[in-house]
């Protein structure tokens, strides 16, 4: 048996990916900013939310899938964007949107994507494109033109990271953007000859270093050098005109992730885009940032008769998406999980991250009294029918 099949929880593969990448890989997948108090957090929010149970209902013929903009999905998940996936796995981007293909949900490529968005369009999945905003809008303008060529009609626009966060472990692990060549990253990399086999070889084999495939080619240099240019730094002067402007020159679908504070999310729908992601990136940016789980309710009685609210961030358990799901999100995105998965074994191992939270979302949702996602929406909270937590 598959390694990966042994592990009944998102944990467990976690710990199967822990031992397979080097040390500097798995903090940068695993850990969250400064003093990660966001991270733990997100772990609290989920702890602390309670859901009341309604007993003697006859839910035989449950079924967790929802209708997601017109389309039916088996489950109410999308893979997230996460930055260099190419790196867990070779191919990472690819398997992962097999993966996705697989379990009939979208997968949504990074800009910071390992491999090109045209390469892994042959993988024939659902695919969606998160977009970060360069400081030449041409250089983004252009990436968008590649994108829309590809067939994708869904645009992820990130709002929550106008400069990069504050990881003093990256820096110790010689895993900072750019990455930087050092002995004890060397020594990592030795001590786990599975993945510098598998992987890193790999991909020197087909060229050199890697580097983000979506960066203009003048600037697609080693991964080493990401950010070595001006014009494809990420930009701190990100506006509303911004997203106006994608408003006119993007045909599809605009979501916008990141958003926390229920004004945004009604400036959000005033601005045209379709859906919001309440999200904290998982507490890798803002430290002292709340947890999506403690404002979903309140953005919901703000913009959730008028667009779609998505949520993501810190979800290790099928009870966890449920709880995000009955405080009103139409979907859950998954970031970790899917790593975790991948690394312990590759696309069958992120299929498996995919199952066990499926199947525990159907667990939950049976021993709750709930035959369907909408109905988890009605599951009664402790201090009220909506609220999971008090004001901030």
Partial sequence: MAAHKACLNIDELRQRARRFLPRGLFEYIDRGTEDEAALRRLRESFEQAELTPRVLVDCGERHSGVTLFGRERPMPFVIAPTAAAGLVRYDGEVLLARAARAAGIP?????????????ITEAGAELWFQLYVWRDRSLTHALLDRVAACGVDTLILTVDTAVSPKREYNRHNGFNVPVTPSLRGAMDVARHPAWAGG???RLLADG???????????????????????PIRLCDRVSWD??????????GRIILKGLLAPGDALRAAESGVEAVVVSNHGGRNLDCA?????????IMDAVGDRMTVLADSGVRRGSDAAKLLAAGAAAVLLGRAPLFGLAAGGQAGAQHALAILQDELDRTMALLGCRTVAELRTVPFPRGEREIFPEL
């Fill in 290 to 298: 709340p947890s999506p789980l403690a404002v979903l309710p309140r």
């Fill in 199 to 201: 992987v890193l070889l």
């Fill in 107 to 119: 997968f949504c490529v990074s800009t910071q994507s390992i491999t090109s968005i045209e390469a």
């Fill in 242 to 251: 911004d997203v106006a402007e994608l408003r006119r020159r993007w045909p």
């Fill in 208 to 230: 050199g270093w890697p580097g983000y495939a979506h960066y203009p080619p003048q600037f697609r240099t080693r991964i080493t050098d990401a950010t070595a240019h001006d």
